[in-house]
């Protein structure tokens, strides 16, 4: 998959695509990484991208011709532009899930105010991750790169993120490392026996039991009610 990234501001992805299971998903050649700063774009004096809102009000507006543009100069046929924004259909799992089978994805990221309301003609789909405000779509961005690479072959362990959260609407079951004992607190008998078969269902009962207390709406979903 390659992944062109539309920004004022290249360097807040440094660490991201430089660090962990990104920085080695980009070594393996699973997938590609470009931060395009679409400042580049303007052809205006100073390389302005961004003026006052016709009607007044506060804030600057990033203006078309610059974004556009960048979009322009990466996209072809294989390619999903995606316009980060709060207004956006809301981002979960099932949508990384679907974004994983594209080939290639253009993410803008807006910043300011927002963006010339025209800019949307020029996107396939606008996403939201979650109902509040940031400053730009730099973070969206990195959200979403994130929960879709983690899902593609060869990136992490298939089983790893079969079992997430979110799979079969049902969130993880609890897990537990070394010691056995941490001041009292105890790993459950059942997991230290070594019979897959009664570690198997106590994990399909955690499961349920956790996502009937914690998130009954996912349930909900599943039975198509709600
Ligand atoms: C300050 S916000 C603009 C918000 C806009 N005035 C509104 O209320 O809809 C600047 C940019 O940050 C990004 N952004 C902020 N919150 C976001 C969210 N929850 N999901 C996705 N992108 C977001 C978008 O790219 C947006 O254009």
Redesign the pocket.
Known sequence: MRIDILTLFPKMFDGFINESIIKRAIENKLITINIIDFREFSSLKHKQVDDTPYGGGA?MV?MCEPIVKAIESVKDDDSLVI??????KS?NQSVALDLKNYKHLII????????DERIRNFVDLE???????????EI?AMVICDSVIRLIDGVIKKDSYMEDSFTDNLLDYPTYTKPADFRGLKVPEVLINGNHKLIEEYRKEEQRKRTEERRPDLLGDKDGKD
């Open positions: 804030g990033l316009l980060t924004t709060p207004q956006g981002y803008v990221c807006g910043h300011y105010e927002g963006y996403l939201s991750i979650g109902d509040y405000v940031l400053t730009g779509g969206p």
